[in-house]
């Protein structure tokens, strides 16, 4: 019932436990983003899709929300999948995909009119146990985008490497990275177990 009782109207010791309550939650949610210098506070969206002479790929990349001095933004996770197969994995930036060896990729996209990809491209692997690498180059005439597939055993040098059209774009809407959310259920936790705790 008192919870129809105005804030003013309720007893200094209950209102001094409201106090601490949601000091302690603000204590929490600050310690945690001291804990976590310099990370992104949110995450955008993409559509990507490329194809070529019997390839499909499509689906959704996660970004950082802004790009680097050169215009380029990191790619955090990708979904979707290339004919027809699931895309079960995003190649580490500074690693090259199986078989690809020597060429690391570094997961940069950028949503200029022109090239969108670096010459390293990004990588990914599918349900079926294979891997592709779609990438720029200006080493063929005319330049353009190209895909580097790679297949078991992955012998070096041994994939596929055909041209492809290349397109990307982000959402309008910035979405919050899984570690926000956490840090928000974190002070929400904090809250419901200080009040507990006076309530007890």
């Given at each position: ?153 992955f012998t070096p040098g041994a994939g596929s490497e055909l041209p492809v059209t290349f397109t990307a774009a982000p959402v309008a809407a ?27």
């Amino acid at each position: 019932m008192d919870r129809m009782v105005p804030f003013c109207l309720w007893p200094a010791a209950r209102r001094m436990s409201l106090r601490a309550a949601l000091g302690a939650a603000a204590l929490v949610i600050g310690l945690g983003a001291a804990a976590a210098p310099g990370r992104a506070e949110a995450a955008l969206l993409w559509d990507w899709s490329y194809s070529g002479a019997g390839i499909n790929a499509n689906g959704t990349f996660t970004t950082s929300d802004t790009p680097d001095r050169s215009g380029y933004y990191q790619i955090t996770h990708i979904s979707g999948s290339r004919n027809g197969v699931a895309i079960t994995g995003l190649q580490p930036a500074g690693t090259p995909i199986p078989g690809n060896e020597g060429f690391p990729v570094d997961d940069l996209v950028s949503d200029s009119g022109g090239q969108q990809l670096t010459h390293s491209g990004f990588g990914f692997s599918t349900a079926d146990g294979n891997y592709a690498n779609p990438f720029y180059t200006d080493q063929t005439s005319p330049a353009g985008y190209r895909e580097y597939f790679s297949t078991p055993p992955f012998t070096p040098g041994a994939g596929s490497e055909l041209p492809v059209t290349f397109t990307a774009a982000p959402v309008a809407a910035a979405v919050p990275e899984p570690a926000s959310l956490t840090l928000l259920g974190t002070g929400l936790l904090g809250l419901c177990m200080v009040r507990h705790r006076k309530a007890a």
